[in-house]
């Protein structure tokens, strides 16, 4: 296997930095109140994703895997967060969550490129390759439903505490049982390839021999708990609306915990 | 030159009782319009009838006060005191009328600014104008063109977001919680005037079927007949319930008669499906706690005029905005109105030069099919021709410009320097003495 790649950071990633920026700024605009905005801030996401998925191409060509390590599948995840915004878009309204997905999705491009690359394990086989990507794309499905979830707790507080006159009631973005339904959809999809994920990870890293007790070990395990309990319990009992919102933050809190945990484990070596 | 003008009197300059006065039927109205073409200097003339406004528009013949003999033709016409309605009545005209008619159709100028009922009106009133033959050129032009703004105010602006009635508002807090009403039930508790308009709006806008229940189960039965409903039996309440998507209540209950224990238990048979209450009932039907179960959104009347304020100050912000395009698309119309005086004189200016070019280019062409001729033969009689077709096209002006008085003279000249940029040399004689432009010795000399 190889070592430690250090590649210098391409000009698309600069130009997806500057579109992500730019699309945050208009996105902002936009929520409060210059609708006029709004087809500037689509297409600086749309060049945002664009020049970002170049970024990847340019990367894969010098020869590094988006899922080589959990640095580059930062990057990756981002990609996806915000290819999903796009296609979520396309149906529906979500000036705020664009507000949120945004900056997520240019905090994990800027932590992928610009951390420093620090250890990297000489011993990714095809099953660890395999593990990383699965478990990038489950987490992305994850945080896209944590997005739409975010929206629904936002205009369920506006609309409970009867706040007319707040920038996401007025903006007239997706209808609350929309978001509900859909971070829903978004769960049922990423739950299978998250639990795929896991379990081609549990295997990897017995044929390692690492010990299996380690806390993002756990906290993997707690994510899936969490996404199983919401699944479950929406069959079951029928949770749904605020509960489910909150479940799959939590469940993507914890997701997130884990790529953080990686990533200082691979920084600091 | 004619001039468009307005007269008229709206709710903001006339209470009912004034604009009743001057109300015209549907079925007056052609009648109405010819008989102001035939009695007065006016070339076109539309006229708009509404609930809140009466308006005469028009193009006056020539400089008299066209609008003045509106006022006084128009309270004639109604047999009205023009006493009672001069205070009322108000006139424009010229760049004025123009940006109004602008504003009245972006529903600027309405009662509730952005509603889309005034542009309709508006459509309708032409339509008329149009059948009674009295719109014209100018009169169609302003019309069509205030269409063309009001469309451009209603896609620029927020000016026609957000309801701004309580049933409107009902229906847009559905679409916050459901999106698509298209599949929704809805229950109306009680038999009030309110609910069964809620309802209605309710499902015009998709709700696919409506219950009614009451105490009373005549008066279920007969709001269910009026809103094409089904009634049920008030027994059935908590049932009805657990199978609503939106509930509208409006009893005269002292107490309220939908309480938080009843919606838990409702909200747990929905499996905690999202449904919205709407409480239009003095005293409050539902109670206030209801709110705190999920998934249950409670809105009491003061939350839906809440909404209508807050819709209606979004829409006074977006008037701002929308009030600087109908500015904008004035001008530009004025610009137009302008120019129109001038066309017919700049199409014959352009039809005389293009007979004359286009004769004298024929004969040239005659000529030179009868002779072979070399290169240098060949561009002199084309500089011939072009001379010809100058001297034919200055032949006129010049003889005018020399037969002129002197003043008379000197003001043509003048103007003449002006169209076309001349610098007017200090030794006229001597200029036309080498350049004998408009004399037709030339014109002869080359023809032979």
Redo the contacts between chains.
């Keep these: 296997m190889t070592g430690p790649v250090s590649v210098a950071a391409s000009p698309a990633f600069w130009v997806a930095v500057v579109a992500y920026c730019t699309a945050s700024v208009l996105l902002l605009a936009v929520l409060a109140?210059k609708?006029?905005a709004r087809p500037a801030a689509v297409a600086f996401v749309v060049i945002a994703m664009i020049a970002h998925g170049t970024d990847i191409g340019w990367r894969g060509v010098e020869g590094v895997h988006p899922a080589g390590s959990v640095r580059e599948a930062l990057g990756f995840l981002a990609f996806i967060i915000t290819g999903g915004y796009l296609l979520a878009s396309t149906r529906y309204r979500l000036t705020l969550g664009g507000v949120v997905v945004m900056p997520v999705s240019l905090v994990l491009l800027l932590l992928a490129r610009l951390t420093p690359v620090g250890g990297q394990r000489e011993d990714l086989s095809a099953l660890g390759r395999i593990h990383i990507s699965l478990a990038t794309l489950g987490v992305g499905i994850f945080a896209l439903a944590s997005a739409l979830s975010a929206i629904y707790l936002v205009?369920d507080r506006a609309?409970?505490r009867?706040k007319?006159?707040t920038a996401a009631?007025?903006d007239?973005g997706?209808?609350?049982?929309?978001l509900?339904r859909l971070a829903h959809r978004l769960v049922w999809v990423g739950f299978p390839i998250f639990t795929v994920a896991l379990v081609l990870g549990a295997i990897w890293t017995a044929r390692l021999g690492e010990d299996l007790a380690r806390i993002e070990y756990l906290l993997a395990a707690v994510t899936w708990l969490v996404f199983a309990t919401l699944l479950v319990a929406r069959q079951i009992?029928?949770?749904?609306?605020?509960?489910a919102a909150n479940l799959t933050l939590e469940g993507f809190a914890a997701a997130l915990a884990v790529l953080v945990i990686y990533l200082v484990r691979r920084i600091v070596g | 030159m004619s001039e468009l003008f307005v007269v008229g009197l709206s709710w903001r300059t006339a209470k009912v009782a004034v604009r009743e006065k001057l109300a015209f039927r549907e079925d007056e109205i052609t009648d109405t319009l010819n008989a102001l073409i035939r009695e007065l200097p006016v070339s076109e003339a539309l006229l708009i009838s509404t609930c809140n406004r009466v308006e005469v528009y028009g193009v006056a013949k020539r400089d008299a006060d066209v609008p003045a003999s509106v006022r006084t033709w128009l309270a004639q016409r109604k047999s009205a005191k023009l006493a009672e309605l001069n205070d009322a009545l108000y006139e424009r005209r010229g760049p004025a009328a123009i940006r109004h008619v602008f504003a009245v159709a972006s529903s600027l100028d309405s009662l509730v600014v952005g509603e889309a009922q005034i542009l309709g009106q508006l459509k309708d009133a032409y339509a008329l104008s149009g059948t009674a033959g009295t719109s014209g050129p100018v009169l169609s032009r302003a019309v069509e063109r205030a269409f063309g703004v009001a469309k451009r105010v209603r896609t620029e602006t927020t000016i026609a977001r957000g309801a701004a009635n309580v049933s409107s508002v009902a229906v847009e807090l559905a679409g916050r919680v459901f999106g698509d009403l298209a599949g929704k039930s809805v229950l109306v508790v009680g038999a009030g005037k309110m609910s069964s308009l809620a309802a209605r709006h309710l499902y015009t806008n998709g709700a696919q079927r409506i219950i009614v229940t009451n105490r009373s189960p005549e008066k279920a039965e007969r709001l269910a007949d009026e809103i094409e409903g089904t009634a049920a039996p008030w027994a059935d309440l908590e049932k009805l319930l657990a199978g609503a998507d939106v509930v509208i209540s409006s009893t005269g209950a002292r107490e309220p008669v939908l309480t938080r224990a009843m919606f838990k238990r409702v909200a747990k048979a929905r499996k905690y499906k999202p449904m919205m209450i709407i409480d239009i009932a003095v005293p409050r039907d539902a109670e206030p706690q209801i709110q705190d179960i999920d998934g249950v959104y409670l809105f009491d009347i003061d939350d839906l005029d809440k909404v209508v304020a807050a819709n209606l100050a979004e829409r006074a912000k977006a008037a701002e905005h929308a009030g600087r395009i109908v500015e904008h698309e004035a001008g530009q119309f004025e610009h137009w109105l302008r120019t129109q005086g001038v066309v017919p004189t700049i199409r014959a200016l352009r039809d005389k030069f293009a007979q004359i070019a286009d004769a004298e280019v024929h004969k040239a062409l005659d000529q030179l099919a009868r002779k072979e001729l070399t290169r240098d033969q060949y561009r002199e009689q084309l500089q011939r021709v072009v001379q010809l077709v100058i001297n034919k096209l200055l032949h006129q002006p010049t003889t005018v410009l020399r037969s002129s008085e002197k003043e008379q003279g000197e003001l043509r000249a003048g103007v003449l320097a002006d169209l076309f940029a001349l610098e007017i040399s200090d030794h006229p004689a001597e200029e036309l003495a080498e350049h004998p432009a408009g004399d037709d010795t030339t014109e002869r000399k080359a023809q032979a």
Excluded: N, Q, T, V
């Design positions: 109140g609708a006029s205009e609309l409970k009867k007319f006159d009631f007025k007239r997706a209808p609350l049982e929309a509900d009992y029928g949770w749904r609306g605020r509960r």
